[in-house]
Structures are given as C-alpha cells and as structure tokens.
C-alpha cells in the first residue's frame, strides 16, 4: 500500500490565483482530513470527511473548499490564494468504523505552499 | 474550548538517558490520547494511544501515562538514541470523536 498521497510536495502561488491540492488513500479509510502547520504551531483542521458525499468543517475552514466524491480522493480548493495561507498542508486518513472510532491517523507528507 | 499543552522549547538529553515529554490539556475529558512523531518535512506518524481507563501504556523503549485527574500524559523514551530525534505531538479527540486535535508538539535532540 502507498498509504496516504499528496501532491505536489511544494507550489508556490501568487496573491489571488487559485489550486488544488491533491490527496488520495488506498487503505480504503472512510475518514479523511485536512490539516495545515504553520512553524511553532500545532496542526489545525480545515475541513474532514465521514465518507464519500459528506464533508464538514474544521477549526480554519475559511478561504478552503473541499469535495469528497469517492473514497479514496479528498482533493483542497484554494479559490483566491492569500499570503495567510502559506502554510504546509497535511492529509490524512483513518477507519472510521464502529468501535474504531480510537483509530490512529495515517498522513501524507504535506505539501509546502508559499503565497506572495 | 479544549486547549493542549505541550513544552515549546526543545529537549537536549544524552544518548542513553530517558526523555520524558509532558502534554497538558484544560476544559476536556478526553476518553484517549494519542502520541505522534513528527521528522522534518514528513507527515506525523502514529506511535502509541491510551485510553482514559489505562494508567500506563508501554511499547518497546516509548511508555505513556494518562492522568485523567492532573489532565495530564507523560511520553517517555527509555535508552534514547540520536534517531528518536524529532518532534513529538500528543492529540486528543475532539468532542464529537470525529477529528483529532493536536498539540504544538515538543522537539526532542538526542546528543550522541
């Protein structure tokens, strides 16, 4: 198994343009998230998934969409790129299964986004 | 809301000597908590959970304790080694058991 994919490992963007950062599990996990860490700092969540058609928001979701259409892809939508958002973003993945709701999670390697 | 606490400053020890690691939470009982290690420019990989009935948890050199009354998880790394050098993040379910949220992590430098 791959594990968790991200791509691409690093972009950088200017001011107002937009992107998508790709994610995608083969592990067959229904929950899926996305996080992002800036330097010193904890990771925040943007957006998860229960599964495919069902997305909720997270802590930061503002500036932020996403799509969960099948299981294995989570895909993040930046419409109107700022420099607050120069962050690195992780995915990740987990069962979310009856009694496994104590599940650990399974992370991308992030990719690093710069905005300027 | 929950808050998570975790020493920001890094932790120097010697090879061979035990890293203990502290993770402080307020306004939450959570019913687990998980510890991730974290390397530069890589995701957090999963290391060890403790449920909130479990005083103690052990896997090889790494041993965590959960005291629900201090709200507090110690992390120990017996016998460290350079290689157990990285950040260490402890994360706690949020209250619908949904996401996990997640300390600032502490960075751990074994000297050799």
């Known amino acids: 198994n791959a594990g968790v994919t991200q791509t691409p490992k690093f972009r950088i963007l200017k001011i107002g343009q937009s992107m998508t950062l790709q994610c995608t599990q083969d592990?067959?996990?229904?929950?899926m998230y996305w996080y992002r860490q800036d330097p010193g700092m904890g990771l925040k969540l943007i957006y998860y998934?229960?599964?495919?058609?069902?997305?909720d928001k997270g802590e930061v979701p503002n500036g932020y969409n996403v799509s969960r259409s099948t299981t294995e892809d989570f895909p993040l939508r930046l419409e109107l790129a700022a420099p607050s958002q120069t962050s690195v973003y992780f995915c990740?993945?987990?069962?979310?299964?009856?009694?496994?709701?104590?599940?650990?999670?399974?992370f991308g390697n992030g990719t690093r986004l710069t905005v300027t | 809301s929950q808050k998570i606490e975790q020493n920001s400053e890094a932790l120097n020890i010697q090879e061979g000597k035990t890293a203990t690691l502290t993770c402080n939470y307020t306004?939450?009982?959570?019913?687990?908590l998980q510890w991730y290690r974290q390397d530069p420019g890589r995701g957090p990989v999963f290391l060890l959970l403790?449920?909130?009935?479990?005083k103690e948890k052990r896997k090889e050199r790494l041993k965590v304790t959960f005291d629900t009354t201090l709200k507090q998880s110690l992390f120990h790394i017996t016998a460290s080694q350079p290689a157990d050098s990285a950040t260490y993040l402890c994360?706690?379910?949020?209250?619908?058991?949904?996401?996990?949220?997640f300390g600032s992590g502490t960075r751990l430098q074994v000297q050799p």
């Open positions: 990740a993945s987990r069962k979310g299964q009856m009694n496994s709701y104590n599940s650990p999670l399974h």
């Open positions: 592990m067959n996990h229904n929950y």
């Open positions: 998934s229960v599964g495919a058609g069902i997305t």
């Open positions: 306004n939450y009982s959570p019913a687990y």
């Open positions: 403790i449920r909130e009935n479990e």
């Open positions: 994360a706690l379910p949020d209250t619908g058991r949904r996401a996990l949220t």
